[in-house]
Structure formats: C-alpha cells, structure tokens
C-alpha cells in the first residue's frame, strides 16, 4: 500500500486503517501512522477482530481503550466507521449495534469527550441488508449516528441492478433525515465488480 501511495502521489490519495486487516497481518496501527502520517490516514474501519472477523467491540479480543489511545495520540481527526459484518448479528442487527455504542461510548464521555466525539462515528448498513433501508435510518436515528459508509448492494443502493441512476433520490432521502455519506463501499463479492478483469464486460461494467 505505501508503493502504490508513493506511486500515485496525489493529495487526494488518502489512506483508511482497517483494524481487522492490521491485526491479520500482524501490524499496529502505530506502525500506519509512522508509515503515512497523520495528515494522509482520515477513515478507518474500527471495529473488534479475533485477529479477523468484523465484531461488536467485546466479542474479539483486541483492547478498546488500546486501540483509541493509539488514534488519539497520534491526533487523528477522521473517522471511525463501525463495519460490524458477522453472520450473527444478521437477524438482529439493532441490538447488537446497541452493545457496540454502549461499549464505545464508555470512551467518548469524560476523559475522552473533547478527543472522540460522537461525529466521528460512522455506520454502515451492511449488517441491515435483511431490513429495509429505511429501517436501518430509523436505527441511526435512535443511536445517535448520522454519517454513514454506505454499503452498495441490494436491497438499499442496488446500482448495479437498477438501470436508473438510484443515487439522486437516495441522497434526497439521506438530506431529509439529516444523514450525510461519508463512503460509499461498492459491493465487491456479491457483485463482479473488477477493473483488472481478463472479461471486457467485467471491465465495462466496473
């Protein structure tokens, strides 16, 4: 990744810390911040791991208080998506959301209130793909959480299987509720979605 940063050498080329990625290979997220500065890392997807896995903080094994003094001591001002993706919080994805921000929030009161503020947080509506979206809206609402990583698969932001363009009336909706995108994550395995495909109609289609 630091070749291809190198490589493309633009400022609007930044970098996201994915926890579950680091922590797989073995990594820290120190070692991130010393490769690329802090100024160039403004996303990650921060969330429990066992070292893989996409887990409500608590049910993995890395430490929660850890993992943020690292962030915070390095002054990190981005954002700290919630990417919660394991099969059993499928059925109930609410609740399990609620024991991630109650755990979160832990470390944005008191001590921490002026270093992680809750606008740092971000959802994803992955895990609410058996749900209407407007479910998953209802959801945010009720946990606080507006700035959203949406997740481009059927049935939310299904661009790939519409043939009109979705996005003018989902960010119609998105302003009226008062939510604001902050990533949009193309669905990459449900989907053929590859620009390095040997198939042109792959290609084309990406």
Not at 37 to 60: K, L
Request: proline residues 3%.
């Amino acid at each position: 990744i630091k070749r291809l940063f190198d490589t493309v050498n633009h400022p609007n080329f930044k970098v996201m810390i994915d926890l579950t990625a680091i922590c797989v290979q073995g990594e820290s997220v120190q070692r991130w911040f010393d490769t690329f500065g802090t100024e160039n890392i403004i996303h990650s997807h921060f969330q429990d791991c066992d070292p893989y896995g996409h887990y409500v903080w608590g049910d993995g094994k890395q430490n929660l208080h850890d993992m943020l003094c690292a962030f915070l001591r390095n002054g990190y001002t981005g954002l700290f998506s919630q990417e919660l993706t394991d099969g059993r919080y499928f059925a109930d994805p609410f609740y399990h959301d609620q024991r991630n921000m109650r755990n979160l929030r832990m470390y944005t009161g008191g001590l921490y209130m002026s270093k992680l503020l809750m606008s740092q947080l971000a959802a994803t509506n992955m895990v609410y793909m058996h749900f209407s979206f407007g479910y998953f809206l209802d959801s945010m609402d009720r946990l606080g959480v507006h700035r959203l990583e949406l997740y481009g698969c059927s049935n939310h932001f299904h661009f790939y299987d519409s043939e009109e363009n979705p996005a003018p009336a989902m960010k119609k909706l998105l302003r009226s509720r008062g939510f604001e995108v902050v990533s949009l994550m193309p669905e990459e395995n449900t989907y053929a979605v590859n620009i390095a495909a040997p198939e042109a109609n792959i290609r084309d289609k990406t």
